[in-house]
């Protein structure tokens, strides 16, 4: 789903603010590895470990055990070319309570970066570490009289690229509770065409308890695709649980499909580094590092299964407030938004952003302030160039505050109930170009659906659906069957001896046929009448589960009674040779009529005839 109020797509992590940190990647020249990743102490039933590093020139590497053990620990891959790569380390589960460690030895131009890896024993706790301390300081924010408090915002996106340009509007709305504390935050989205209507609206309350704070979506989407011009709603909810550490920081969460992010401070509260995984999408995994200076994030290094990308910032003389939620973080990252306005990810950004920097991408970041100091518009512009071309982005956002009642506008229409109110079946086929020119034949005919669709705003209207079927069985050698060699007894008792009709199940969807074969059965050989049939569907809109279902439309019976066969013919044609002597021939024919249409009278063309020639050997 759209949501233009995540200011700028950069990580997915929650930000804060505050110290200094020295370089984060060890010193090679061949090798650029972050130090983070130079060593792991991994839990005793971890299977899997990622090692991201960027090298100058073609590179090996290698795992040796250290620990006594049998086999446990495997990398993959061993080799690869110049640039940005990620090793997967496999392990075995521990099931001892003794630690085991192993070297993962990355060579280079002569060079080599030693990773240790430790697995630790059943029951071993993870070492404490010096950048994540148990209680890290949490920013104290000030009281914010409920006049100053930030309750929406107006949003205004414009994209250009070469061949035109596009706007977006929408707002957001924030809640807050009698101690300031932010309760729900809305955003709604307005309609690029019916602009004074929005198009979706994602709607979130936030509820705390011990440890932990909910955060509940409840999202509804007038999509782009539509039904004869009725655009079509969709809706759902989602949760996702912040847990808290023990200083009230958010220490990670977990989605609903499973997905996980934890978050790593410093001692003096500020974000240290965030972490990201999700089992169903591997390449997906990152790991991101901030840098701090002056109380400012200078930079945001991420390495993720398909690339390392480093982020830079500058920042304004103009101080970041707290209006109820961080502006500052806000603007700097995609984050969490919760924990972000939350106050909850860490200690804040000192200063007002000026510009990011993003591979080809560069953003400015443009204020103006009211009468009482308060920021009162943001404006955001964004170049970029790939191999592709190059674009431009421009967000424009107009702050309010103090209590304000804000009327949510009205959506767009869109379609809420269809129903099927007549259907039945048309005894003759017809030109969609030309409905009055009609044809009838016994083995074609016509299914209809007549849908009453009802609109948000009450309008209704109908349209006929309308599905055309013409059947015609035949054997995969044509009405001329292949030559066939027979007994002289099976040519003087030569009869039909029974008739059947099967269904061969090929699928049970719209987009897959049904397959019928009508057998005759000789005493000498059989004959499979084939066809294959579309069963006619239309799709109903379904207002409980916001979707298109399939809605099966009239059929004409396709039962054995659909087939009239006469008594076969075997026909004496004289004697004859082959290659290998004497012979008697013969030939076979059927006739037969197929007629699904019983109200069409038929005709002589109508009826089908089989034959084939066959031989019997007197040698």
């Given at each position: 789903?759209?949501?233009?109020?995540?200011?700028?797509?950069?990580?997915?992590?929650?930000?804060?603010?505050?110290?200094?940190?020295?370089?984060?990647?060890?010193?090679?020249?061949n090798?650029?590895?972050?130090?983070?990743?130079?060593?792991?102490?991994?839990?005793?039933?971890?299977?899997?470990?990622?090692?991201?590093?960027?090298?100058?020139?073609s590179?090996?590497?290698?795992?040796?055990?250290?620990?006594?053990?049998?086999?446990?620990?495997?990398?993959?891959p061993?080799?690869?070319?110049?640039?940005?790569?990620?090793?997967?380390?496999?392990?075995?589960?521990?099931?001892?309570?003794?630690?085991?460690?192993a070297?993962?030895?990355?060579?280079?131009?002569?060079?080599?970066?030693?990773?240790?890896i430790?697995?630790?024993?059943?029951?071993?706790?993870?070492?404490?570490?010096?950048?994540?301390?148990?209680?890290?300081?949490?920013?104290?924010?000030?009281?914010?009289?409920?006049?100053?408090?930030?309750?929406?915002?107006?949003?205004?996106?414009?994209?250009?690229?070469?061949?035109?340009?596009?706007?977006?509007?929408?707002?957001?709305?924030?809640?807050?509770?009698?101690?300031?504390?932010?309760?729900?935050y809305?955003q709604?989205d307005y309609?690029?065409?019916?602009?004074?209507?929005?198009?979706?609206?994602?709607?979130?309350?936030l509820?705390?308890s011990e440890?932990?704070?909910?955060?509940?979506?409840?999202?509804?989407?007038?999509?782009?695709?539509?039904?004869?011009?009725?655009?079509?709603?969709?809706?759902?909810?989602?949760?996702?649980?912040?847990?808290?550490?023990?200083?009230?920081?958010?220490?990670?969460?977990?989605?609903?499909?499973?997905?996980?992010?934890?978050?790593?401070y410093?001692?003096?509260?500020?974000?240290?580094?965030?972490?990201?995984?999700?089992?169903?999408?591997?390449?997906?995994?990152s790991?991101?590092?901030?840098?701090?200076?002056d109380?400012?994030?200078?930079s945001?290094?991420?390495?993720?299964?398909?690339?390392?990308?480093?982020?830079?910032?500058?920042?304004?003389?103009?101080?970041?407030?707290?209006?109820?939620?961080?502006?500052?973080?806000?603007?700097?990252?995609?984050?969490?938004?919760?924990?972000?306005?939350?106050?909850?990810?860490g200690?804040?950004?000192?200063?007002?952003?000026?510009?990011?920097?993003?591979?080809?991408?560069?953003?400015?970041?443009t204020?103006?302030?009211?009468?009482?100091g308060r920021?009162?518009?943001i404006?955001?512009?964004?170049?970029?160039?790939?191999?592709?071309?190059?674009?431009?982005?421009?967000?424009?956002?107009?702050?309010?505050?103090?209590?304000?009642t804000?009327?949510?506008?009205?959506?767009?229409?869109?379609?809420?109930?269809?129903?099927?109110?007549?259907?039945?079946?048309?005894p003759?086929?017809?030109?969609?170009?030309?409905?009055?020119?009609?044809?009838?034949?016994?083995?074609?005919?016509t299914?209809?659906a007549?849908i009453?669709?009802?609109?948000?705003?009450?309008?209704?209207?109908?349209?006929?659906?309308?599905?055309?079927?013409?059947?015609?069985?035949?054997?995969?050698?044509?009405?001329?069957?292949?030559?066939?060699?027979?007994?002289?007894?099976?040519?003087?008792n030569?009869?039909?001896?029974?008739t059947?009709?099967?269904?061969?199940?090929?699928?049970?969807?719209?987009?897959?046929?049904?397959r019928?074969?009508?057998?005759?059965?000789?005493?000498?050989?059989t004959v499979?009448?084939?066809?294959?049939?579309?069963?006619?569907?239309?799709?109903v809109?379904?207002?409980?589960?916001?979707?298109?279902?399939?809605?099966?439309?009239?059929?004409?019976?396709?039962?054995?009674?659909?087939?009239?066969?006469?008594?076969?013919?075997?026909?004496?044609?004289?004697?004859?040779?082959?290659?290998?002597?004497?012979?008697?021939?013969?030939?076979?024919?059927?006739?037969y009529?197929?007629?699904?249409?019983?109200?069409?009278?038929?005709?002589?063309?109508?009826?089908?005839?089989?034959?084939?020639?066959?031989?019997?050997?007197?040698?």
């Amino acid at each position: 789903m759209k949501k233009l109020f995540i200011f700028s797509a950069l990580i997915t992590l929650a930000l804060g603010g505050g110290s200094c940190s020295d370089s984060e990647t060890d010193e090679f020249q061949n090798i650029l590895i972050p130090q983070d990743n130079l060593s792991a102490s991994i839990s005793a039933d971890a299977l899997s470990h990622t090692i991201g590093f960027e090298t100058t020139q073609s590179w090996t590497a290698s795992v040796r055990e250290t620990s006594r053990a049998e086999s446990w620990i495997s990398i993959n891959p061993t080799s690869g070319d110049a640039g940005k790569h990620t090793i997967t380390v496999t392990l075995t589960e521990n099931e001892t309570t003794e630690s085991r460690q192993a070297v993962v030895t990355i060579s280079c131009g002569g060079e080599s970066a030693n990773i240790s890896i430790t697995q630790r024993g059943v029951g071993q706790d993870e070492p404490e570490d010096p950048n994540n301390p148990d209680n890290p300081q949490k920013p104290e924010h000030p009281d914010v009289a409920p006049e100053d408090r930030l309750t929406w915002v107006e949003t205004t996106y414009t994209e250009v690229y070469s061949d035109g340009s596009s706007t977006d509007k929408s707002y957001l709305l924030f809640e807050y509770d009698a101690e300031g504390l932010l309760t729900g935050y809305d955003q709604y989205d307005y309609d690029s065409e019916q602009t004074d209507k929005i198009n979706a609206s994602y709607e979130r309350t936030l509820k705390r308890s011990e440890g932990k704070i909910t955060d509940e979506e409840k999202w509804f989407e007038i999509d782009g695709s539509s039904y004869e011009g009725m655009p079509l709603p969709n809706s759902g909810e989602y949760a996702k649980e912040y847990r808290l550490n023990a200083s009230g920081l958010v220490s990670g969460y977990t989605d609903p499909d499973g997905a996980s992010q934890t978050f790593t401070y410093n001692a003096d509260g500020t974000l240290a580094r965030s972490e990201y995984r999700d089992p169903s999408y591997p390449e997906a995994n990152s790991t991101a590092t901030l840098t701090w200076q002056d109380g400012n994030i200078v930079s945001i290094s991420t390495i993720d299964g398909r690339d390392n990308e480093t982020t830079t910032f500058s920042y304004t003389e103009h101080l970041n407030p707290w209006n109820g939620i961080d502006i500052g973080a806000f603007m700097i990252g995609d984050a969490e938004e919760s924990a972000m306005l939350l106050g909850i990810s860490g200690t804040t950004v000192k200063n007002l952003p000026a510009s990011r920097q993003d591979g080809n991408s560069t953003m400015t970041y443009t204020y103006t302030f009211d009468a009482e100091g308060r920021v009162s518009t943001i404006v955001t512009e964004e170049n970029w160039q790939d191999g592709g071309g190059s674009g431009s982005e421009r967000t424009e956002y107009t702050l309010h505050y103090g209590p304000q009642t804000v009327s949510k506008p009205d959506y767009i229409p869109y379609l809420t109930k269809q129903e099927v109110v007549d259907e039945g079946t048309l005894p003759y086929t017809f030109s969609e170009d030309n409905p009055d020119e009609k044809w009838y034949g016994v083995n074609a005919y016509t299914s209809y659906a007549k849908i009453r669709s009802t609109m948000s705003d009450g309008r209704t209207s109908e349209k006929t659906e309308y599905r055309q079927i013409n059947i015609n069985p035949s054997t995969q050698e044509g009405p001329v069957l292949g030559y066939l060699y027979i007994t002289q007894d099976e040519a003087d008792n030569f009869r039909l001896v029974s008739t059947s009709f099967n269904e061969i199940p090929l699928g049970e969807n719209e987009i897959t046929p049904h397959r019928f074969v009508y057998t005759l059965e000789y005493n000498c050989f059989t004959v499979n009448l084939e066809f294959d049939v579309f069963y006619p569907s239309c799709t109903v809109f379904d207002p409980a589960t916001g979707e298109q279902k399939t809605h099966w439309m009239p059929m004409l019976p396709l039962d054995k009674n659909c087939f009239t066969v006469s008594e076969p013919e075997l026909r004496y044609m004289g004697e004859n040779t082959d290659e290998n002597g004497p012979m008697s021939e013969y030939y076979y024919r059927q006739e037969y009529l197929f007629q699904v249409n019983r109200d069409v009278e038929p005709t002589e063309y109508d009826y089908q005839l089989l034959s084939r020639h066959m031989y019997v050997a007197h040698y």
